[in-house]
């Protein structure tokens, strides 16, 4: 289901997402057969790898995107688009369906207090459609399902890894009220985030990932403040 304004748009941690005529508001429902609980999170970066693959076809060589676990797209440190991820399970503990809220900023981005946030527009100069950029991401969504199925989630987790922080980069991780602070060290075989720390790797399987700077993460030469 495709929005072309939003009132009353939902993200992580009860915030409210805004999002302005011209941006990208789009509800996909999935019912994929007997998946468990926790392979919840496989999913999850699956849609991540499809909305930034999606995004990234849009940019000029040179500027890139950046992967923010589970699967914020991120700008130079500013958060471009998110995905609010919900599934409802049944009374044997598989699937019965799975929401993938997108929420993509493409011409415009909403002033926040706590985070920097920007557009597609800013980043590459260009805006397209939202009815383009929602067409696009619905086949990158079934090419990604089709390669679950024949390769496993080792390729999802290979494509997540390549767009995302460097191995080692110092992260803090906000986990309700309290928070570690660690080194990213890759994806378990479940999609969970391993956190290196001076007592070992913990995994973590739910949270709100900080650069050691705060919202900031960097990766590769995609620019500067």
């Given at each position: 289901m495709l929005a072309y304004r939003q009132t009353a748009g939902r993200g992580r941690e009860r915030r409210i997402w805004q999002s302005g005529a011209g941006n990208l508001a789009l509800s996909v429902l999935l019912r994929p057969a007997g998946v468990p609980a926790g392979a919840l999170g496989r999913w999850s970066l699956l849609a991540g790898v499809a909305l930034h693959q999606t995004l990234s076809s849009y940019l000029e060589p040179g500027r890139r995107?950046?992967?923010?676990?589970?699967?914020d797209v991120l700008y130079q440190g500013a958060k471009l688009a998110g995905i609010l991820a919900e599934s409802e399970m049944d009374a044997?503990?598989?699937?019965?369906?799975?929401?993938?809220?997108?929420?993509?900023?493409?011409?415009?981005a909403p002033r926040l207090d706590d985070r920097a946030t920007t557009s597609l527009r800013e980043a590459g100069g260009f805006a397209p459609p939202p009815e383009e950029v929602a067409e696009q991401l619905?086949?990158?969504?079934?090419i990604w399902r089709q390669?679950?199925?024949?390769?496993?989630?080792?390729?999802?987790?290979?494509?997540?890894?390549?767009a995302g922080p460097a191995l080692g980069e110092p992260l803090r991780v906000i986990i309700g009220e309290s928070e570690r602070?660690?080194?990213f060290a890759g994806l378990d075989d479940e999609g969970a985030l391993l956190l290196a720390g001076p007592s070992g790797i913990t995994v973590?399987?739910?949270?709100e990932v900080?650069?050691?700077r705060g919202g900031r993460m960097e990766r590769g030469a995609h620019g500067a403040d």
């Open positions: 995107l950046v992967l923010k676990w589970p699967n044997r503990g598989q699937t019965r369906f799975i929401v993938f809220g997108f929420g993509v900023n493409l011409l415009e619905l086949l990158g969504l079934a390669r679950l199925v024949e390769e496993g989630f080792g390729a999802i987790r290979s494509a997540w890894l390549a602070q660690g080194s973590i399987t739910a949270g900080l650069g050691a």
